[in-house]
């Protein structure tokens, strides 16, 4: 009794620092998620208030529209009369009526007084019409309608404040807990203080950009020069001026958990990618002149917000999942099969491609289940290497899928190519990528072991396993089905942003709730049950909240200064000698492709679409180029990109949540058996990418089984 007296106020006390620490970023997701829902269903109460109510588009504004102040003519007879009089005292004033004709027609003034009391009487009807109309019921729905309305709007029109408190938010979580990118971790004391000096210098940066750009733009305005969103200059100089605190705090304040010592070359390894690209862009743009050069490519950045605040929902997305027992049921499914690990990996590689493209992103699919996946190849008796070559693969699989949110930014961008025409070739890319997978892991996978169990054994199985996967597919099913009747909006990559955060959060309430099961990577089931009882369903929301915020700092940050090198290498000139015309298809194909593969090395995705539709994009059409080709193989090569060193950063990601390889192979092992996890995914990836590449060139049928349609002339 008296620990359990002891423990409980210190749950307590975690719960309380965990809800108070996440509550600022849940509010901005929350709000992300009704704005993205309010348009939505203020579209579809506008269509039930005009299939209710006539003329509801008037009715809903009936208090702003004045009653006529015209008169009906009583009397024909007698207002002729009277204008006649008017006009004849009017022409007996003028000295010049003669000159022009002082004739009146009677009949005509008749005509003109009689048409004006007509349109006046239909006025007058019109508006007793909409005032009949006007009841309780329709007032009342106005007024919810008008309501949502204006609050969409107020969300809606502050998307950059949103975004601007996301992204610094979370960067700030991301400080403080040490979990920005690198390309290895902070191991030695040495290690933290070269990491965290990087981050005060590249923080530091940004708050002096941030505030020149400020400077300048204040100017512009005192000249009289209109301007707009001037208000989020102070909120850059004021975040990014916190951040270079908090790193001047860390830097004070060494960690003491980390071993003594470390070496030169392996700490500067440990500087986050985006402190990298900050200071060496810095360095460039100053070398121009542009000294506020990154501050003004981080508001270009906001020209997009609607697209990197559903990047936050998606992550948000990734995270709840990992909290839910969804992913191990789902290899419930297969794991009567005893596939081999050879066969297993295949079949892993086709079950996580959607996951992956209704995550958004290739990392949140592995920052979510690549652990989960990562012990599943482990049980069945994958080879370490080989399973963390997997996990890598399996946040690529999926990326050209619907409602993959990159594909959603390409057709954005520009018009020569739709979301539907890119999912479609990128359904035959996944199976194009499924197969040169299962083809090199049986030529370079090592021996097999292990048969396939017997049908007798396997279908009972996996039918038992369907059986507690019946609630989850009832959720999602009831939602998307609810969504599609009362909104009018089904599942796709429009609304998939809205639609996953409440399937997920009715997916962790039911398993909280009604199953009264804890977080999946408890180490006591029962004993997390007992913690966190009905009330474990807002500990693990605010816990997946936590977790998505430090995340989404890493990942925005990482964009953030992508861009910034983007429009760095744009305002370089270095893509201008990139001729236009090459003359030969196949050249400008191979020198593309390996631009594209550089650039998502050093990239993040949705900063590098932004580069290549403004350069290389115009240079692949203009040398006969398929849109479509160019974009699945632009598509293709920044997945190929995330699995090749020396940055990798499915990679990073994949050892961010599984760890360091610590098998004696993965240590000692020959240089093939040391770096097989890199190697493998970028045979896999550049086989993938040369067969999509050139194929689709030189052959009409492999461009049409390939992409799906006949090649534009």
Not at 208 to 220: C, F, G, K, M, T
Not at 681 to 704: E, H, K, S
Request: with cysteine; charged share 15%.
């Amino acid at each position: 009794m008296t620990t359990d007296a002891r423990s409980l106020p210190a749950s307590q006390g975690r719960s309380l620092s965990v809800t108070l620490a996440s509550l600022p970023m849940l509010v901005i997701l929350v709000l992300t998620l009704l704005a993205s829902v309010g348009e939505t269903l203020h579209s579809r109460l506008l269509e039930i208030g005009g299939e209710t109510w006539p003329d509801y588009f008037n009715l809903r504004v009936i208090d702003q529209i004045r009653a006529p102040d015209c008169q009906v003519v009583a009397d024909p007879d007698a207002a002729v009369e009277l204008a006649v009089a008017s006009k004849k005292a009017e022409m007996a004033a003028d000295p010049f009526a003669d000159v022009f004709g002082g004739n009146l027609n009677r009949d005509e003034i008749r005509s003109s007084i009689m048409a004006t009391s007509e349109a006046c009487q239909q006025r007058i009807a019109e508006w007793g019409r909409l005032q009949s109309l006007d009841g309780p019921a329709v007032r009342a729905f106005a007024l919810m309608e008008t309501g949502l309305s204006r609050a969409v709007v107020l969300i809606t029109g502050n998307r950059r404040v949103l975004l601007g408190l996301m992204l610094l938010f979370c960067a700030a979580a991301a400080t403080l807990g040490r979990q920005h990118i690198a390309l290895r971790p902070v191991e030695s004391q040495r290690d933290d203080r070269v990491a965290t000096l990087a981050q005060l210098i590249a923080n530091s940066l940004l708050t002096a950009s941030a505030w020149l750009y400020r400077q300048q733009e204040l100017a512009q305005a005192e000249a009289g020069i209109p301007l707009a969103h001037l208000f989020m200059h102070d909120i850059w100089v004021a975040g990014f001026g916190a951040l270079t605190l908090i790193s001047l705090w860390q830097l004070r304040q060494p960690r003491a958990d980390l071993v003594p010592g470390g070496s030169w070359p392996r700490s500067l390894l440990s500087v986050p990618l985006y402190s990298f690209m900050c200071i060496s862009a810095t360095i460039q743009f100053a070398f121009h002149g542009f000294y506020h050069g990154i501050a003004v490519y981080l508001n270009m950045m906001a020209e997009l917000s609607a697209l990197f605040l559903n990047l936050g929902l998606y992550v948000w997305v990734g995270m709840l999942l990992a909290r839910t027992h969804l992913p191990r049921k789902v290899f419930d499914l297969i794991r009567p099969w005893q596939l081999p690990p050879k066969w297993l990996g295949v079949v892993v590689l086709l079950l996580t491609a959607l996951p992956t493209a209704y995550s958004g992103a290739s990392g949140i699919f592995i920052l979510a289940a690549g652990l989960t996946l990562y012990r599943e190849l482990r049980r069945a008796g994958t080879s370490e290497q080989l399973a963390l070559a997997t996990t890598a693969i399996s946040g690529s699989m999926g990326t050209m899928l619907r409602p993959c949110l990159l594909v959603v930014i390409v057709a954005t961008l520009n018009n020569s190519v739709t979301t539907d025409e890119l999912f479609s070739a990128g359904a035959r890319v996944l199976l194009l990528t499924a197969s040169v997978y299962a083809i090199y892991v049986f030529l370079l996978g090592g021996a097999s072991t292990g048969r396939i169990a017997p049908l007798r054994d396997a279908i009972p199985g996996t039918l038992r396993a369907l059986l507690p996967l019946l609630p989850y597919i009832a959720i999602f099913a009831a939602v998307v089905v609810l969504w599609n009747v009362l909104l009018g909006r089904g599942l796709d990559e429009f609304s998939a942003p809205a639609i996953l955060p409440v399937i997920l959060l009715l997916v962790l309430g039911y398993e909280r709730l009604v199953l009264k099961t804890g977080d999946p990577d408890a180490d006591d089931s029962n004993l997390q049950s007992e913690i966190l009882p009905p009330s474990g369903f807002s500990q693990s929301v605010m816990r997946a909240t936590r977790e998505s915020c430090a995340l989404i700092g890493a990942l925005l940050m990482l964009m953030a200064l992508s861009v910034s090198v983007g429009g760095l290498i744009e305002r370089s000139g270095l893509l201008e000698l990139f001729p236009e015309q090459l003359g030969s298809v196949w050249l400008t194909l191979t020198l593309l492709m390996g631009l594209l593969v550089f650039i998502g090395m050093i990239m993040d995705p949705y900063g590098a679409v932004l580069l290549v539709n403004a350069t290389l994009a115009p240079i692949a059409l203009k040398n006969g180029i398929d849109p479509l080709h160019f974009w699945v193989m632009t598509v293709l090569a920044f997945e190929m990109g995330y699995l090749t060193p020396p940055v990798a950063l499915n990679h990073l990601l994949t050892r961010q949540v599984v760890g360091l390889p610590t098998s004696w192979e993965s240590l000692h092992g020959t240089f093939w058996q040391r770096n097989f996890r890199f190697i493998f995914p970028v045979l896999v990836m550049g086989t993938a990418l040369l067969v999509v590449t050139y194929i689709p060139a030189g052959w009409d049928t492999g461009f049409r089984l390939l992409l799906g349609i006949q090649p534009s002339p």
